[in-house]
Each structure stands twice: as structure tokens, then as C-alpha cells.
């Protein structure tokens, strides 16, 4: 909550190629719909920060949280990673209970970037709002991999429900 008595939504994405920073937005949408709909502006506000400048108090303020990454090398991005280890002891038992979600963009699989954030979100004793959603982005060669990336319409639709719903869940 911020001291004006507004709870946050805190959104934390990491994109090499733009399909996560692509998902992040979509949520982003997604809720900021919600907030509209439900007239709600005085009461719920959006934090989004790219993961190399969030910090643990962004994390203590947040009523929920959205964590938007890549699967790189059979890993969570490493920016990503390096923000979840440079928070974790000091969110240690303060966020217990609240609500999140995860997105994450993959070539081709994505499963060991999801278990490995979700295992963190559990260890934070979060409560998740909806499974991983994974968007493939079809990815393999080096040259498809550099490239930039467009969301499918799908991908983008089911990011922005997962961020509707994570408004709705707040307000
Ligand atoms: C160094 C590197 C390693 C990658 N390793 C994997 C991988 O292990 N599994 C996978 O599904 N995709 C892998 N990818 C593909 C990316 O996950 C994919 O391109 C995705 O769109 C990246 O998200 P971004 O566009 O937000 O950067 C890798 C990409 C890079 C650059």
C-alpha cells in the first residue's frame, strides 16, 4: 500500500528480445481495464519496474505482484534471477499470503524458468492466481532467437486476463 492509502500492484518483467516486456504490458492492460471498469483509480495503482531497478521495498509495499521473464539456458533470465537473489532474505517472511502471478516467454519450452520462479514465489510463501502462463515464441536457431519478438494475439490475450484478474483480486 502506498502512504496514500492506495494498494500496488507491482509488476517486475526482464526482456532480451521484447516477448516478456510484450507480456508485462498485456497484464499491465489487463488491469488498468479492470481499474477502469470498476472505477476503482483512487484505489488500486500500477508499479512497473524493469528487474535491475526493483528493490525488496518495492516488494514490501505491494499488495501483488507480476513477475514477467525469459527462459534462458534452461534458467529464469539472469537479471531476472539476480533481482530474486538480491531480494529474497529481505522479503523473507513479509510478503506471506499475497497474491501473484507469473508469465514467462520461451523458444521453445520455458517449464525449468517457471519451476524455478515458482519455487522462490513459495519460498516467499506467495499464493498464486492463475498456473505459469508460458508464451512460445517458436525460437531455436541463433538468428530466430536474436530476433525481435511478437506476441501472438493468444499470448497477449492470456496475459492480460491473468492481469485483469490480478487487479480484480486486489481491489
Ligand atoms: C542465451 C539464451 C538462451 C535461451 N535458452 C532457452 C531455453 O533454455 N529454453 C527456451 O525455451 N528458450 C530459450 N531461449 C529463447 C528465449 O526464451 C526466447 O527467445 C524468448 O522470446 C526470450 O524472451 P524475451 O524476448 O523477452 O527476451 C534462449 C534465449 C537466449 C538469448
Same mark, same amino acid.
Given at each position: 500500500?502506498?502512504?496514500?492509502?492506495?494498494?500496488?500492484?507491482?509488476?517486475?518483467?526482464h526482456?532480451?528480445?521484447?516477448?516478456?516486456?510484450?507480456?508485462?504490458?498485456?497484464?499491465?492492460?489487463?488491469?488498468?481495464?479492470?481499474?477502469?471498469?470498476?472505477?476503482?483509480?483512487?484505489?488500486?495503482?500500477?508499479?512497473?519496474?524493469?528487474a535491475?531497478?526493483?528493490?525488496?521495498?518495492?516488494?514490501?509495499?505491494?499488495?501483488?505482484?507480476?513477475f514477467?521473464a525469459?527462459?534462458?539456458?534452461?534458467?529464469l533470465s539472469?537479471a531476472m534471477k539476480e533481482f530474486f537473489?538480491?531480494?529474497?532474505?529481505?522479503?523473507?517472511?513479509?510478503?506471506?499470503?499475497?497474491?501473484?502471478?507469473?508469465? !514467462?516467454?520461451?523458444?521453445?519450452?520455458?517449464?525449468?524458468? %517457471?519451476?524455478? =520462479? /515458482?519455487? +522462490?514465489?513459495?519460498?516467499?510463501? $506467495?499464493?498464486? !492466481?492463475?498456473?505459469?502462463?508460458?508464451?512460445?515464441?517458436? %525460437?531455436?536457431? =541463433? /538468428?530466430? +532467437?536474436?530476433?525481435?519478438?511478437? $506476441?501472438?494475439?493468444?499470448?497477449?490475450?492470456?496475459?492480460?486476463?491473468?492481469?485483469?484478474?490480478? =487487479?480484480?483480486?486486489?481491489?
Amino acid at each position: 500500500m502506498d502512504s496514500t492509502g492506495k494498494k500496488i500492484l507491482f509488476v517486475v518483467w526482464h526482456s532480451r528480445t521484447g516477448a516478456a516486456k510484450q507480456m508485462a504490458m498485456a497484464a499491465v492492460e489487463g488491469a488498468r481495464d479492470v481499474i477502469a471498469e470498476l472505477q476503482a483509480a483512487h484505489q488500486l495503482n500500477i508499479i512497473i519496474k524493469e528487474a535491475h531497478e526493483a528493490d525488496t521495498p518495492d516488494l514490501l509495499q505491494a499488495d501483488g505482484m507480476l513477475f514477467c521473464a525469459p527462459e534462458n539456458l534452461a534458467a529464469l533470465s539472469g537479471a531476472m534471477k539476480e533481482f530474486f537473489d538480491r531480494c529474497y532474505y529481505g522479503a523473507l517472511d513479509r510478503l506471506n499470503g499475497r497474491p501473484y502471478a507469473l508469465l !514467462i516467454s520461451a523458444g521453445s519450452d520455458g517449464s525449468n524458468a %517457471a519451476r524455478q =520462479a /515458482e519455487r +522462490i514465489c513459495t519460498g516467499w510463501r $506467495l499464493t498464486p !492466481i492463475a498456473p505459469v502462463h508460458i508464451a512460445n515464441l517458436h %525460437a531455436q536457431t =541463433a /538468428e530466430d +532467437i536474436l530476433a525481435p519478438k511478437k $506476441l501472438s494475439k493468444q499470448d497477449y490475450e492470456a496475459c492480460k486476463t491473468i492481469g485483469g484478474t490480478l =487487479a480484480a483480486l486486489l481491489l
